[in-house]
């Protein structure tokens, strides 16, 4: 069960994914969902605006390696957890 901060980054990656029906999980792998870098840096501002956190480029990059949605919504967290 995803919570809500999980929750909020699916429907973000929804808005970008390209449209094929299936449920996105935190276990979808972000490439199955057609999410390349220009959509990985879209969503990237989203979250930035969304949670006031700053993503630094070189984490950019490092996020660039991601697999899935899990890990996109670990990584917010972190940074959300460090502003605080």
């Known amino acids: 069960m995803a ?6 980054i699916i429907a973000k990656i929804k808005a ?11 276990s979808t792998e972000l490439t199955a969902l057609g999410i390349h ?3 990985l840096t879209e969503i ?7 949670y006031g956190i700053e993503i630094e480029m070189n984490t950019v990059d490092a ?6 949605v899990g890990d996109m919504v670990e990584a917010v967290r ?3 957890a460090k502003k605080a």
Do not use: M, R
């Open 44 to 50: 990237i501002f989203d979250l930035e605006e969304e």
């Open 16 to 26: 970008h994914a390209e449209p094929g029906g299936e449920e996105i999980t935190t």
């Open 63 to 68: 996020w660039s390696n991601l697999k899935n």
């Open 3 to 8: 919570d809500q901060l999980a929750t909020d």
């Open 37 to 39: 870098s220009l959509e």
């Open 78 to 80: 972190a940074l959300i």
